[in-house]
């Protein structure tokens, strides 16, 4: 079982990133993703998830209405979509599989996840 992250970067304050999380080993039927971050200094929190299974999309408010999450399928990867980055966004952003996202809240630090991916590192500049 593996996640990959990709798509980090940096970028300035109102711009835009897309992150990709691409799994091997099961498939998006199986299991949900999480994501997550985690700014210098701080703990690890829920950002979103996606849960196939569960035809659940969750997303801290922080978030809500600038952050999209999907997933495809056909290629087994799900996406998060950032746009108008805030300075506060920046962070090192992880995937995760997850049996459900009905745990998720904004202070769930992922405890339940069943696999990590490596992070990618994400800056937003003002």
């Known amino acids: 079982v593996q996640l990959v992250e990709s798509g980090g970067g940096l970028v300035q304050a109102g711009g835009s990133l897309r992150l990709s999380c691409a799994a091997s080993?099961?498939?998006?039927?199986?299991?949900?993703i999480g994501w997550f971050r985690q700014a210098p200094g701080k703990e690890r929190k829920a950002v979103s998830c996606i849960s196939n299974k569960e035809n659940s999309l969750w997303y801290t408010d922080s978030v809500k209405g600038r952050f999209t999450t999907s997933s495809d399928n056909a290629k087994n990867t799900v996406a998060l979509q950032m746009n108008s980055l805030k300075p506060e966004d920046t962070a090192v952003y992880y995937c995760a599989a997850v049996v459900s996202c009905v745990i998720f809240s904004p202070h769930y630090t992922g405890s339940y996840s069943l696999y990590w991916g490596q992070g990618t590192q994400v800056t937003v500049s003002s």
């Open positions: 080993g099961f498939t998006l039927n199986d299991y949900g």
